[in-house]
């Protein structure tokens, strides 16, 4: 696969949070309680894959536990602490891991390049998540998902709480966003249909609430995408 050679500009601030990586490989209740949730994001997981902001390769071992036939893994970190514990996490698992220290606004693949795309925790933290999603659309195939699993804006004074806390949190929490609607915002973009989004119990205020959901590439490159119906809820 080659580089894509109209890469577009992006933000110059440095993405480096030693404090965040370390909290998070330590305190993410990973298996415990998000475990699930990541099996949904690799249920059968093949061709190539991209981990867009794979933090601490948290993915990595449920696309391994795949196994690694007819899987190529693909994934972009651009912060050096959480990439440098990507690459200890790949190295204890049996996945040949591609990593790179680009930007989910700025990838450096050539078009329709993956089956999937993954997206775990991660549009809450994109400096720039409406270029983010148009990269991620420019190469994902025709026919290939974007699966996700984020933190999103609540509703009435849920959503205020999260305007108010927002500024300590970003600092505090590696760049995170309490308060983004990245729901409409992939509903939203023409070049997906919906296949299913779902809002999960597991979340806690205020990162939450959480959902995580499958958007299909659309193959006719059309006009405005299917509309999710709304949310329901799960366990
Ligand atoms: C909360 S962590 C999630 C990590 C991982 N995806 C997971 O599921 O646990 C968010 C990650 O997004 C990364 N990130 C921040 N800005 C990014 C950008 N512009 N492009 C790609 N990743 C970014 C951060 O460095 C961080 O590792």
Excluded at 56 to 82: F, K, Q, R
Aim: contains cysteine; glycine residues 10%; proline residues 5%.
């Amino acid at each position: 696969m080659t580089d894509c050679k109209t890469r577009r500009r992006v933000s110059e601030r440095r993405i480096e949070h030693p404090a965040f990586a370390a909290l998070y490989d330590r305190c993410m209740p990973d298996r415990f309680l998000i475990g699930r949730h990541r099996e949904y994001l690799a249920d059968g997981l093949s061709g190539r894959v991209l981990d867009v902001g794979a933090g601490n390769g948290a993915m990595i071992p449920y696309a391994a536990d795949l196994g690694t036939d007819g899987l190529e893994y693909h994934a972009v970190e651009p912060d050096p602490h959480m990439r440098r514990r990507a690459v200890r996490t790949a190295e204890r698992s049996d996945l040949q891991v591609y990593l790179r220290g680009d930007r989910a606004e700025s990838l450096p693949y050539v078009d329709d390049a993956f089956d999937t795309v993954l997206s775990g925790l991660v549009f809450c933290t994109i400096d720039d998540p409406d270029a983010a999603l148009e990269e991620v659309a420019r190469v994902v195939k025709p026919g290939g998902e974007l699966r996700f699993l984020e933190h999103v804006r609540a509703d009435g004074w849920r959503a205020r709480a999260q305007d108010r806390l927002n500024p300590l949190w970003e600092r505090a929490a590696g760049g995170c966003q309490l308060n983004r609607e990245t729901v409409e915002r992939f509903v939203g973009h023409d070049a997906f249909d919906v296949l299913e989004i779902e809002r999960i119990g597991f979340g806690v205020f205020p990162a939450a609430p959480i959902v995580r959901g499958r958007l299909r590439r659309r193959t006719d490159g059309a006009s405005l995408g299917q509309r999710a119906a709304g949310f329901f809820e799960t366990d």
